[in-house]
């Protein structure tokens, strides 16, 4: 079956980093979208990929590699207000409208 | 700059009762149109898209339909909610390959 999974939770330090991986696997591929989504809000986008390599947008970079099904959204110094949820959005082209979402990551920024 | 609007922002109905939630969107000319649920703590799912007026098609269907009556307008409805409908209830629209969401509705059922 197809599907897109993330880790349930992940821990770091203010000032540090975290990197929220994913990976997916889909009859298709049309891009990758990250979103961040705090408790009881609608989700926020992030960055989008549908190239190989890094895609540095400063405070969030985003990392694909299409031939492993694999991405990453990496925060750098991070601050507090960075904790909440990460989700990872597969478009498939075999629907080019149809998306499918991972569960999220839930990022805990520590002091 | 495009707004997207969902009402109502919350909703506590029984078991049975009918339900709409709307979504209008502003400032895009022929939008595609997605309804999205996502229960307490679970994944975002994807209900409904539609590209154009009069045109809605079902991904999960859920015991819901959805109309598009109007090009800015996306309505989600049935006739008898049932517990598993809980959950928060999110308009959508696409640009270059992300995703632009509402407010969300949040709907409790009893």
């Known amino acids: 079956g197809q599907g897109v999974e993330q880790p349930a939770k992940l821990m770091s330090v203010e000032g540090t980093f975290a990197r929220v991986n994913c990976t997916y696997s889909?009859?298709?591929?049309?891009?990758l979208s990250w979103y961040q989504q705090r408790e009881g809000q609608a989700p926020v986008f992030l960055s989008y990929v549908v190239l190989d390599g890094l895609k540095d947008s400063g405070h969030f970079s985003t990392f694909l590699s299409r031939s492993n099904g694999y991405s990453y959204l990496l925060l750098t110094e991070l601050q507090i207000k960075d904790s909440a949820s990460y989700l990872c959005a597969v478009r498939i082209d075999t629907n080019a409208y149809k998306v499918i979402f991972g569960k999220g990551t839930h990022l805990h920024v520590l002091p | 700059a495009q707004t997207i609007h969902q009402w109502p922002v919350a909703e506590i109905k029984a078991v049975g009762s009918p339900l709409s939630l709307g979504c209008t969107i502003k400032g895009k000319s022929s939008p595609n149109l997605y309804w999205y649920w996502q229960a307490t703590g679970g994944t975002l799912q994807q209900l409904f898209y539609s590209i154009t007026v009069g045109q809605v098609e079902s991904v999960v269907q859920l015991n819901l339909s959805a109309s598009r009556p109007k090009d800015d307008q996306f309505i989600l409805s049935t006739e008898k909610l049932l517990l598993s409908h809980s959950g928060f209830y999110l308009c959508?629209?696409?640009?270059?390959?992300?995703?632009?969401f509402g407010e969300g509705s949040k709907l409790t059922v009893l």
């Open positions: 889909t009859s298709g591929f049309n891009g």
């Open positions: 959508a629209w696409t640009g270059t390959g992300q995703l632009y």
